[in-house]
């Protein structure tokens, strides 16, 4: 007897559809899986015999092979767990044939029969309507998200439960749109006090969607502004939501319950993490914190520990917007716009910048610290600035503006730069004439500056850049500290 | 490029020199001598890993005393020294490097471009060694001697217990010339130096015309600049104390973003400057008389 199940496997961010295939002959009982499944997939057999047993489905005492369709494709994770077992209970005629083919299957099997989710749902929901398949049998947990890709997801807590729908016999209840984000929003900036020159530096990057490179001495605040970002950075689209939810669904980042990503997400991975967890790789591949941090915020905290090479690797991303990873089995391309704050501090020993503590560095050390990170990657960062100690009267201080007054500010002047972004004035010109020769700006430097000050002008809602704009936009450039003129 | 040797009792030795006990007997030039060593010079040296104090006033004295048409003398080491050549520049004015290495040698190598742009500004780096001798340590007390010899004055801006910087000053009192000592912090290492040269009897500089006077020279007028209000706010701010950014944005009651302009345009017009996120006034403000 043969039975077929579809079941969708990823393949970077997309899923491609999979045939299972479940033969009985007779011969000695016996239980084979082929298809380049790995080593995950392969354990699938203990998972399913269990399961199947433990549903209290009869296991066909035959000589059984699983085919995974196409062949050439190498199969991973514990998704092929239920489409196996449904295979299967179709072929020993356990379940009807015809019902099987109208559903897609995805999910792992516990030993006690139950079923649990696995990441990327809903891009295996999205491709099985794209073959034509209106049903997808998931784990309950899985199936508000599988819901988003516009299909009928079946939830199904155990694989009997999965027995008695596809017999008839149990009605799931429907699903409908998952309901709205509501677990803790995004730290506010109320809890930033004093900081004045950073807030400001902020609301500009997030504006105009500036790269941010922030100096200073340990334990002034750096890594917490930079984690109050997202809540200021426009509001994702339903179509960038959707993105954001199949990345993080794919990498299993989704938190529970919560399927639609409600927030730019913010991303901050350590400076010890390997080059292709930063920008993607592996057999996979899969998608690397930068692909992560998608339509939101990357922050690499103490920048120059990073390794070179990771540094290096998200050029391209900055420049590109996404991430392309060759592979001998095809190129894979992966999104990757995201705001870029790096935080440093000004030598290595970290006391630099603070007046407190006296910095035990010598000019060598700093320099190489300095030069740990190429100009093709400083020239990235549109606002540079030093955070300094904040004093006790400021930490005492009353809280700061909220974020949601910063983030209105914010939409508008992101509208204003889409649709009528503020040209250069001549006053303006003339004073970044000036900085030119006095500060000796590069080309691109000086294009940096420009694109800055029409963000400032769009924050201060005029259609023409005024000195004031120009000036403000001068005093983010690279400062000479961290040895990078502009 | 010029490169040119003057002998010991040779044309053009420059007498100052010839004060010293043991003067050079060779002075290897690069660039154009003509007549630098007839106007008055003047020494500016100290610490390499000096603080943004000591450059911010490094470079202020330099610039303020080659305004005046002094020829401001120093070592092209990092720090203070570099500062001194930087601000001369910058005022446009004549500026002359003692290289304890031979005058082909670019030392300290990232200073080589500062080396062409002061022969560029009709300046002098000269050097008693002949072409090709390596930097040494035990070649700069020497060195030292020459940059005392060559000023009338010594001005020491930021000198530890133990700085190269003192063994000028000592050059320049054995010579009867004047020593400046800029006054720091008693607290601070970097101060030490040059604030025990004042209690040995160092004149103190509190501004350039202490310098100048004793030249008997006039400060030249440094052109007025129009601000904005703003800017001018932060300008009277920063010539109380030098402060960070949010601290101004406290005590003038401005803006963040109109801070942050003002700063610019104070840069811009070169009364203002930055370093490890503190701001300062590039001018010593006048003194009552």
């Not at chain 1, 998608?294 to 103490?302: C, I, M, N, Q």
């Amino acid at each position: 007897m043969l039975a077929r199940a579809t079941t969708h496997a990823l393949v970077g961010l997309e899923a491609r559809s999979i045939e299972v295939e479940a033969h009985l002959q007779r011969g000695v009982p016996g239980f084979a899986i082929v298809g380049l499944p790995d080593k995950g997939v392969q354990e699938a057999k203990e998972r399913v015999r269990s399961g199947i047993a433990s549903a209290e489905l009869e296991w066909p005492m035959r000589r059984i092979t699983v085919n995974l369709a196409p062949a050439d494709l190498r199969k991973e994770g514990s998704g092929f767990d239920l489409p196996i077992a449904l295979a299967i209970l179709g072929a020993s005629q356990q379940i009807p044939l015809d019902m099987l083919a109208e559903h897609a299957a995805l999910g792992e099997l516990a030993l006690d029969g139950r079923i649990r989710p696995v990441p990327g749902a809903i891009v295996a929901a999205e491709a099985a309507r794209r073959t034509g398949l209106a049903k997808l049998l998931c784990a309950a947990e899985s199936a508000p998200e599988a819901a988003l890709a516009g299909i009928e997801p079946i939830p199904v807590r155990h694989l009997a439960e999965a027995g008695a729908y596809l017999r008839g016999r149990h009605e799931p209840e429907p699903v409908g749109e998952p309901p709205p984000y509501s677990g803790p929003p995004p730290p506010d900036l109320r809890d930033v006090r004093g900081q004045e020159r950073a807030r400001r530096a902020l609301e500009i990057a997030a504006a105009g969607r500036h790269n941010l490179l922030l100096g200073g001495p340990p334990g002034t605040g750096k890594t917490m502004l930079a984690r109050r970002l997202p809540g200021i950075l426009p509001p994702l689209t339903r179509e960038e939501a959707l993105e954001v939810t199949r990345i993080h669904s794919v990498a299993g980042a989704l938190p529970a319950g919560q399927p639609l990503v409600a927030y730019p997400p913010f991303r901050a991975p350590h400076h010890t993490a390997s080059t292709p967890a930063i920008v993607g790789g592996g057999p996979g591949p899969r998608p690397g914190e930068a692909t992560l941090a998608h339509r939101g915020v990357l922050l690499l905290d103490e920048l120059g520990e990073f390794s070179r090479p990771s540094l290096e690797a998200l050029r391209q991303p900055l420049e590109d917007g996404l991430v392309a990873i060759a592979r001998i089995g095809g190129r894979h391309v992966f999104p990757a716009r995201f705001l870029l704050v790096g935080t440093m501090n000004l030598c290595p020993c970290g006391a630099r910048g603070d007046p407190g503590v006296e910095c035990s560095c010598s000019p060598a050390r700093i320099a190489a610290y300095r030069q740990k990170l190429s100009r093709a990657l400083l020239d990235r960062f549109d606002l540079v600035l030093t955070v300094p100690r904040a004093r006790s009267q400021e930490v005492a201080g009353a809280p700061g503006e909220l974020s949601s007054a910063v983030a209105e500010r914010v939409v508008a002047a992101d509208r204003r730069l889409r649709e009528r972004p503020p040209l250069i004035g001549e006053a303006a010109g003339t004073v970044l004439g000036r900085a030119v020769d006095r500060l000796g700006l590069s080309a691109r430097g000086h294009a940096r500056i420009a694109r800055v000050a029409a963000t400032i002008g769009a924050l201060a809602e005029v259609d023409e850049v005024l000195p004031e704009h120009m000036a403000e936009a001068l005093s983010y450039r690279s400062p000479s500290e961290l040895a990078v003129a502009a | 490029m010029t490169y040119g040797v003057l002998r010991r009792g040779g044309a053009g030795y420059p007498s100052l020199l010839a004060q010293l006990h043991d003067p050079p007997a060779r002075l290897h030039l690069r660039g154009d001598p003509d007549g630098i060593f007839e106007r008055p010079a003047v020494a500016v040296v100290g610490a390499r890993s000096c603080s943004a104090y000591g450059a911010q006033v490094a470079r202020t004295v330099a610039r303020e005393l080659a305004g005046a048409g002094v020829v401001v003398v120093s070592g092209m080491a990092r720090g203070v020294d570099a500062e001194a050549h930087r601000g001369a520049l910058e005022a446009g004015g004549t500026t002359l490097a003692v290289l304890g290495c031979g005058i082909d040698r670019d030392y300290p190598a990232r200073h080589a471009e500062l080396a062409r742009r002061i022969v560029a500004g009709a300046g002098l780096v000269v050097s008693e060694y002949e072409p090709g001798v390596e930097p040494a340590p035990w070649r700069f007390p020497a060195r030292n001697r020459v940059i005392a010899g060559l000023s009338l004055a010594t001005v020491v801006v930021e000198a530890r217990e133990r700085s190269g910087a003192l063994i000028t000053a000592d050059f320049a009192l054995e010579l009867g010339r004047e020593v400046f000592a800029v006054p720091g912090e008693i607290t601070a290492a970097l101060s030490a130096g040059t604030n025990r040269l004042i209690r040995q009897g160092a004149e103190p500089l509190l501004g350039t015309e202490d310098v100048l006077a004793a030249l008997g020279l006039e400060a030249a007028a440094e052109p007025t600049v129009e601000l904005t209000d703003a800017a001018a706010r932060v300008l009277d701010l920063l010539a109380d104390a030098p402060g960070g950014h949010d601290e101004l944005v406290r005590s003038s009651g401005l803006a963040a973003s109109a801070v942050a302009a003002a700063l610019v345009e104070l840069e811009l017009a070169g009364l203002a400057t930055e370093a490890d996120g503190i701001h300062r006034a590039t001018r010593i403000p006048e003194r009552a008389a």
